[in-house]
């Protein structure tokens, strides 16, 4: 039983974030009855008093947080391999809501790998499932923004609050309208994987437009902090329809100079959709919504952090590509093998550049060690260009000297 025990007290304690809790005796005898009586297929464990973790074997909806322990099959856990018996699923909101996300992003996918009759039907069922967990999750509360992953969920969101008999007329003439405005942004949104680079910044300024809109519909205005939230998943979603654009791009290999000049191109017309975003985010929280006296802005600007990163990081890159390229070209060919230009970019290789949440080590250890590497080529560079720039400097003295 020792090895269950363990399992079931760690697993609690990080879901929790706490350390050396105590099972109280009603826990004890719980989790006695859940490892020795095959017919006990479940236990619940939460936190309740600071210190204690309660275990019970009926499972509760009454539970801010919880971690459920569910046997596969009915046996008791006492062997060696009785883990294999033994699945773990976590709750952190209402069970209408937690069975919503697990079925979307977990089984609706994984179903929707196999293309059979019967994977079609089920597929089919879970849909219509979700459709009405995705109500029961929203409940009556405009506030319920964790559910909100995509804007299309967002579309979702208002489309069943404007159907919804319950609400009153302003929420419903609202919602319809909160309803148009997001479908024209998840159309603009589903559009950039596909659009040239300038064109998806052109899309991202009619984002920050309809958002704009959306800001100033006063029937029933729309909350700072779902707003706040959408600017998020909008961001996060642009950010990955940037980093795609770069899945056949070899960043760190090196190329000749028409695919070099491409990659520097692509760099350059990435960062402006970022600074296009970030911008539109600081222009509107800052300028225009706080001074919008029907529905003002209240409080700090808010820019994306995971947007700023992505946009330091593509800048980053940037300067190194460009900087390697300036530099090779005043190179020739038998000095950049004497230099061993072509492995300078190695320190990044193994390194996935788009991960960028907050400092990193490795990509700070990489750049340190890529301006190492440049430092030979810098050198031969400027004991070049000095005798070319002594001679510059020489003839404008003589020159200002003849007047």
Known sequence: MAHIRQLITHTIENKYNKRDLQLDQKSEEEL????????????QGSIVNGDFITLQTKV????????????????????????????????TSSAAESLYLILKQIYSPLLSITNDVYSSKLQKNITDLQAVLRILAYGKKDQEISVIQSVEDEVDYWKTLAQNKDANKKERESASSFCELFEDISEEIQSMPSLPMLETREAVENVGGALDDVWRITVKPYPQDRMIHIIDVIGHTICTTIEKKFSNVQLWTVSVEPKDNEILILLSESLQVMETWT???????????PNYALHPWSGKPYVPIICLNFQDRLKQIHEIRSTYSQLVKLLTISERKELKTDKMFEPFQNINVWICNGPSQAWDAAIARFSMNLRPAETNISEKLRPRLHNISTKQINLIKGK
Do not use: G, M, R
């Open 60 to 91: 509760e909806d009454d539970k801010n947080k919880s971690v459920i322990f569910y046997k596969t099959a009915a046996k008791d856990l006492i062997e060696e391999d009785a883990v294999n018996n033994l699945n773990i699923i976590t709750l």
């Open 32 to 43: 006695f009855n859940f490892v020795h009586n095959p017919q006990v297929l479940l236990l």
């Open 279 to 289: 911008s539109a985010c600081k222009s509107l929280t800052e300028t225009y919504w």
